[in-house]
């Protein structure tokens, strides 16, 4: 069977602020149609840039930006609702921005940590006022129309920390340098080059150097086509692997990019079998292409600190896969995933242990000692969390397992069609 997932979250939610920035008018096809693009584009249309209706199906989008000095300040909040990376990437181009803004979002993220970005912003310039818990929105953004240079030593491998820096610096005019002690998700850096703000990314003896040396005044229109999402493709190509799915998988057009593909090399540890097909038509900014899945035995594996950048919201994914694997599967260096849209390794192990699996929780991730032979059967919490409702849907749709997530509308935020998917897919056994 051949199938495709929606386009890729983190991408277009870069591709809609970029878009925004940019001199011209942007086209922008395969965009997401979920609850956070959603947020982003509802942001930026109350900071004044025209941003139409995204399409459901997939098709063109024209954007008219509004410039590097053109957003303007909003009558109200900015509401993300559960965007973290909205959240986040608005602060750093609202940092060099000429006004003040107020940033807002549900519960989940309001619970998630924004010093991470604040700090280095502010050392640029910015200025940041709490309006409620200290670290945590709703904050102000007080901007200015040009920023200090800066040097930031990241202590996490962070895309959306990141991201917020080199906009801060495009917008601020500023130079900017960012080290994370590995690389992170390079989407931000691919699309700036793509549009003429260039940046440079390196390895160094502390990690990895990212840095936008010379930001111009003004950037192109971008041309882009969103692939689909690979952390959306992750949970079919899970499906298949554990053979609730028949017995073989196509998903097309998905993203390739190298810095966001580790959980295929996990899956290829575990013994699944998969092939990819590259399918990237010269000039592209992203890597593009097929992958394929078939039904496989699982055996445990281990994902350590320098895979999780590659692989951060598939590891929810990994440790349910675990679940169903033999032998133990160990998740370590993953301490990120504490301060996600849930605590991410609490709600794992709450719910794998409510199933009666063997799961020790640890600071920094999870050991699951997989039942393989076990119809696994109960009730779970999605927690608020997208991914976690998926994956335990996922487990809940492999053979012999009943399994009920108590909310599944969560998904919506990054894969709408979900549900009608998995049951094509299982139809098919």
């Known amino acids: 069977m051949r199938v495709r997932v929606p386009g890729d979250k983190s991408l277009s939610q870069r591709a809609l602020i970029v878009a925004a ?3 011209g008018t942007s086209r922008i096809s395969g965009l997401l149609c979920g609850g956070d693009t959603a947020s982003t584009a509802g942001a930026l249309r109350a900071l004044g840039v025209p941003v139409p209706p995204i399409p459901a199906d997939g098709s063109e989008l024209l954007i008219s930006g509004v410039g590097l000095d ?26 060099g921005s000429d006004l003040s803004a107020t940033l807002d979002g549900d519960v989940s993220l309001r619970a998630r940590p924004m010093a991470r970005v604040t700090r280095p912003l502010s050392i640029m310039g910015a ?12 904050i102000t953004v007080h901007g200015r129309s040009r920023l200090a240079s800066l040097e930031w030593d990241s202590p996490v491998a962070s895309a959306q920390v990141k991201s917020a820096i080199l906009l801060a610096g495009l917008t601020g005019r500023a130079f900017t340098c960012v080290t994370e002690p590995r690389e992170s998700r390079d989407h931000t850096e691919r699309m700036f080059n793509a549009v003429g703000a260039s940046v440079i990314s390196y390895a160094t003896d502390g990690g990895w150097r990212v840095e936008l040396r010379d930001p111009p005044d003004r950037i192109r229109p971008l041309d882009f086509a969103v ?15 554990l053979g609730a799915a028949g017995d073989e998988v196509t998903i097309e057009h998905v993203g390739l990019n190298p810095t966001r593909t580790a959980f295929l090399d996990v899956l290829l540890r575990m ?10 038509p010269a000039g592209l900014t992203e890597p593009v292409g097929d992958i394929v899945v078939r039904p496989s035995g699982l055996r445990a594996t281990s994902v350590g600190a320098d895979e999780v950048p590659r ?10 896969l675990g679940a169903c694997a033999d032998g133990e599967t160990r998740i370590t260096g993953a301490d990120e995933l504490r301060a996600k849209e849930s605590d ?20 920094d991730g999870l050991i699951v000692r997989g039942v393989p032979d076990r119809a ?36 919506g935020v990054s894969f709408p069609g979900f549900d009608r998917l998995m049951k094509t897919l299982t139809k098919e056994r």
Request: proline residues 5%.
């Open 21 to 23: 920035l940019a001199d």
């Open 70 to 95: 053109g957003l303007r300040a909003p009558t109200g909040a900015l509401d993300l609702r559960n965007s973290g990376t909205g959240a986040r990437l608005l602060m750093g181009a609202l940092a």
């Open 127 to 138: 200025r940041f006022e709490a309006l409620g818990q200290p670290d945590r929105l709703p």
């Open 227 to 241: 692939p689909g999402d690979i952390s959306s493709a992750a949970f079919v190509l899970a499906l298949a692997a």
């Open 271 to 280: 013994g699944a079998d998969v092939e990819v097909h590259d399918r990237t």
């Open 311 to 320: 692989l951060i919201d598939e590891l929810p994914l990994v440790a349910v």
């Open 344 to 363: 991410r390794i609490a709600a794992m192990a709450s719910n794998l242990l409510a199933l009666g699996v063997d799961v020790e929780e640890l600071p």
């Open 376 to 411: 696994l059967m109960g009730e779970v919490r999605a927690w608020h969390d997208h991914r976690i409702a998926m994956a335990f849907a996922v487990l809940g749709a492999a053979t012999g397992h009943a399994i009920q997530v108590d909310d599944l509308t969560v998904i």
